[in-house]
């Protein structure tokens, strides 16, 4: 049965003086296929629920219970938020139900008997704050497929044993209070993903995990009072990324760990550098593992002298982070022969003087708050892959007569174009507060304007922004953000309805740092992804821009240039097909969705994505109503 209308309680409470329907006011729609509601729409806990419903979903559901006695042909049940104790009692029978996504009920407490449930395949229950228990049925459940219960910090047990022959997602990210990962049993040869991030009660994993034999995922990031990892993790042959970030008591890895030829991915470092780690890392012993494509050292003190001489059989290597090594002087040589590197951060090694002999096949360079950083090589000329520098900082470079020619290149007009002339995005972040002479619309404080004449997207390659910061910007959140905006005298595009609160402040930085960002125009279409490709002609007037970092502080000077197509005609690309080139991932570089209206915010992600938990879109969708937020922990947008 089909409704003819919609119930709207706002409407009705004017009208009827009243909080909402009757609670039976189902029990005549005996038909019904669909229900979706949002808040109290009946004034008192509905009676009935129709036997025919097939999906349910209803945010911020007002009361402790919820009517399901006769709900056998239910496939999905939705709800997010909201006052629910109980969601039901006993076995209820649910054969039909495939989807259960219960977020953010913060008065659940248990989770019920699904045994009578057999068909779920997905089951989210994330963000329950106060769910301290799950039935022991969740463990021996056979259709599950999926299980994300991330974020339930009052979680202390789970079922003793899993025996869930067809999952293949386990997400426990965030469960505080976990005191022990189950055993699970041989028939588990399905499950490839387990996401154990901040679950801070986890001492040790049971060495029954060796049964995973499909296993490619493990990140127990941030487990802070993790002992050891059994040597039967060795033998996982599928298990391709191994994350052991912040795993501060961890005392030794596993003795077989050399025999993970296959594994790609190994995080064993530190966020944190003031942490002293216990257990110390020889990087000889980790030259067996031919596959690694990324190596995570943060926050490990090794000298250069600890290096093996011959790195070759990292030849897959394409990420290597070594921040907040207060050990390194300079970079080993042999860094330079890694002829797939494509990333590398350097970030607070506070006793590194250079930076020479890099591979060059770089594409991003990060080496922030390096204080004691004296020397650079002509990272634009060497490194023809090079689109991201982050040198902030670091004064002493400015020092030296030749360093500063070199800043001076990477800030060429020359430059930007070569990374447009291949349609490439281009971020640099130097010391100083030197303008480049070539960028002629530049102003004080933190806000320019554009002028958007007719047909202005058919000429231009793209813009370039830039910004002069105080001495602030580090290494860690806070980076460079920019908030486009277009007002156009036409009503294809409505003004933006955002106001700008901000500290406008003019003059320079004794100790700043100056931005410089390209953004090609096919990228900034992207963000306004609700335009067709005709819309574009029609759209004139100006582009508001600010220049700020993540944490609100304005820029203290800032500017614009576009690049237009007859800038780089006479360019010959020193990249033959940039296009096939494999790039590092590029989930720091994004953009959030529209605030309000018009405007779009573009900013530069905190780097450590790969220590986001793992969640789902929708997980993260829901979180507000008004503004959708597409994140990765900590992780990664910006130019």
């Known amino acids: 049965m089909m409704m003819d209308s919609e119930y709207h309680v706002d409407d009705y409470e004017h009208d009827h003086g009243e909080l909402g329907l009757s609670g039976d006011v189902f029990a005549s729609m005996k038909n019904l296929r669909l229900l979706d509601i949002d808040g109290k729409f009946t004034s008192t806990q509905p009676t009935f629920l129709p036997d025919e419903l097939r999906w349910l979903r209803w945010t911020e559901y007002p009361f402790l219970t919820l009517p399901l006695a006769n709900m056998r042909k239910l496939v999905g049940l939705e709800m997010v938020q909201g006052d629910i104790k109980h969601l039901w009692n006993g076995r209820k029978i649910l054969p039909n139900l495939k989807f259960l996504h219960l977020e953010f009920l913060n008065s659940l407490t248990s989770f019920p008997d699904v045994s009578g449930a057999p068909n779920i395949e997905r089951l989210i229950l994330s963000n329950c704050f106060g769910l301290k228990e799950v039935h022991e049925s969740l463990g021996s459940h056979r259709g599950l497929v999926y299980l994300d219960m991330n974020g339930c910090m009052e979680l202390k047990r789970l079922p003793s044993r899993l025996e869930m022959e067809s999952l293949e997602t386990l997400i426990l990210s965030g469960c505080e209070s976990l005191e022990r990962f189950p055993e699970v049993s041989p028939c588990m040869t399905n499950l490839s993903q387990i996401n154990l991030c901040s679950c801070r009660g986890i001492k040790k994993l049971p060495s029954s995990v060796g049964y995973l034999s499909n296993l490619s995922f493990l990140n127990l990031t941030d487990c802070v009072n993790l002992k050891n990892i059994p040597n039967s993790i060795c033998g996982l042959k599928n298990l391709r990324c191994l994350h052991l970030h912040n795993c501060m008591k961890l005392n030794n890895l596993p003795k077989k ?46 000298e250069e002298e600890s290096f093996p001489r011959n790195l070759d059989a990292f030849f897959s290597l394409e990420e290597l982070y070594l921040s907040g090594n207060s050990k390194l002087v300079q970079l080993p040589s042999i860094i330079s022969h890694l002829s797939r590197l494509k990333r590398l951060e350097l970030n ?83 010391p100083g507060t030197k303008i480049p002479s070539w960028i002629k619309q530049e102003k004080g404080g933190c806000r320019i304007t554009l002028k958007l004449p007719h047909k202005w997207h058919t000429r231009m390659m793209g813009f370039v922004v830039y910004g002069v910061f105080d001495g602030g910007w580090g290494s860690h959140c806070d980076c460079p953000r920019i908030t486009f905006s277009i007002v156009s005298d036409g009503n294809l595009i409505p003004k933006s309805e955002v106001h700008y609160y901000m500290r406008f402040t003019t003059g320079t930085a004794k100790n700043g740092n100056v931005w410089i960002s390209y953004m090609p125009l096919g990228f900034f279409q992207q963000m306004y992804h609700d335009l067709q490709p005709e819309d574009w002609f029609h759209i004139e007037g100006k582009l508001d821009i600010s220049v700020m970092l993540t944490n609100g502080t304005p820029s203290l000077r800032c500017g614009a240039h576009v690049i237009y197509k007859e800038d780089v005609q006479q360019i010959t690309p020193c990249i033959s097909d940039y296009g096939n080139v494999v790039h590092v991932d590029d989930e720091d570089l994004g953009y959030d969705e529209s605030i309000s209206g018009n405007t779009y915010v573009y900013e530069e992600k905190f780097d450590e994505k790969s220590l986001m938990p793992l969640k789902s879109r929708t997980s993260t969708r829901c979180r507000t109503k008004h503004m959708y937020c597409f994140t990765q922990c900590s992780s990664s947008g910006g130019i």
Not at 260 to 285: A, D
Not at 406 to 430: E, T
């Open 348 to 430: 607070e090694c506070n006793r590194l003087e250079s930076l020479c002999m890099l591979p060059s096949s770089i594409q991003v360079l990060k080496a922030n708050d390096c204080i004691s950083l004296r020397k650079i090589r002509d990272l634009s000329k060497e490194c023809k892959w090079l689109y991201k520098i982050w040198i902030t900082n670091c004064k002493k470079i400015l020092e030296d007569e030749e360093n500063q020619r070199i800043l001076d290149k990477m800030l060429q007009l020359s430059f930007v174009k070569k990374c447009a002339a291949v349609n490439h995005r281009l971020s640099i972040g130097i």
């Open 257 to 302: 760990l050399k025999s993970m030829k296959f594994l790609e991915e190994l995080w064993i470092g530190f966020t944190h550098y003031y942490l002293r780690p216990k257990m110390s890392v020889g990087v000889h012993s980790l030259t067996s593992l031919s596959s690694l494509r990324k190596l995570n050292l943060s926050g490990r003190q090794i």
